[in-house]
C-alpha cells in the first residue's frame, strides 16, 4: 500500500487549499483515513479521521474549517481546507490504516502567509 499526498502551496491567510492523498493498494479493507500535520518546532498533531468511510472528527482547532472527502472511483482521499491561518502551517500528511498497519503519505508542505 502506498500514498502520494499532493495539493500543499502558499496560500494567503483566509484562503483556501485542497489536499489529495491518492491510495494505490486495496482501498475497500482500509478502516481509517485522516491527515496528521507537523508545524515547524512542534510534535505531530493528528487533525482529522475517517472511520470505516463514514464517521468523521477534527481536531478543535480545524473543526468547521477543514473536511474530509472520498473519491472511492478514484481511490482518492481529499482535505478541504477553507479560512486558513498563519498558524495552519504545516507539513500536512495522510495516512491510511488497514487492520493494525498504518501507511503514510510523504507529506506536503502548506504555508499560510501574506
Known amino acids: 500500500v502506498q500514498l502520494q499526498a499532493s495539493g500543499g502551496g502558499l496560500v494567503q491567510p483566509g484562503g483556501s487549499l485542497r489536499l489529495s492523498c491518492r491510495v494505490s493498494g486495496p482501498f475497500d479493507t482500509i478502516t481509517v483515513l485522516g491527515w496528521w500535520r507537523q508545524a515547524p518546532g512542534t510534535q505531530r498533531e493528528l487533525i482529522a479521521a475517517?472511520?470505516?468511510?463514514?464517521?468523521?472528527g477534527y481536531a478543535d482547532s480545524v473543526k468547521g474549517r477543514f473536511a474530509i472527502s472520498i473519491d472511492r472511483a478514484a481511490n482518492t482521499m481529499y482535505f478541504q481546507m477553507n479560512s486558513l491561518k498563519p498558524e495552519d502551517t504545516a507539513i500536512y500528511y495522510c495516512?491510511?490504516?488497514?487492520?493494525?498497519?498504518?501507511?503514510w503519505g510523504q507529506g506536503t508542505l502548506v504555508t499560510v502567509s501574506s
Open positions: 475517517l472511520t470505516e468511510f463514514t464517521n468523521t
Open positions: 495516512y491510511a490504516d488497514i487492520g493494525h498497519q498504518r501507511y
